[in-house]
């Protein structure tokens, strides 16, 4: 297969998306799980959509971890689900623009 642009892919739902409607996340090299929200840390990246849906996916089925290659210690996972919950509140609180 050819490669063109990097395509991004939600690592729950497989939907390529525009880079500004994913989240990073990046396995830092201290091997941390963080929410990458400038998009530029560097380390090995994937990528979730901004809908908590997919979060709640990728966190009950371990995708993360098997994204980045790593496991995420207790402490990258509370965080990880603390942003879900966000995201959560967020998207209760916004009219979808799907
Ligand atoms: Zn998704």
């Known amino acids: 297969m050819a490669r063109k642009k990097p395509q991004r892919t939600c690592i729950a739902c497989r939907q390529t998306g525009e880079k500004r409607t994913l989240i990073r996340l990046v396995r830092t090299p201290e091997g941390h799980v963080l929410v990458d929200e ?3 840390r560097s380390g090995r ?3 979730l ?3 908590p849906a997919c979060w709640q996916v ?3 089925e ?3 971890g098997r994204a ?3 496991t995420p210690s ?3 996972l509370a965080q990880l689900h603390e942003y879900a919950e ?3 509140r967020k998207h209760a609180e916004e009219p979808s623009q799907a």
């Open 62 to 64: 371990r995708r993360i």
């Open 58 to 60: 990728a966190l009950k």
């Open 68 to 70: 980045l290659r790593v």
């Open 49 to 51: 959509c901004a809908d």
């Open 45 to 47: 990246g994937a990528y």
């Open 38 to 40: 400038t998009g530029k």
């Open 74 to 76: 207790p402490q990258d």
């Open 86 to 88: 966000e995201l959560e």
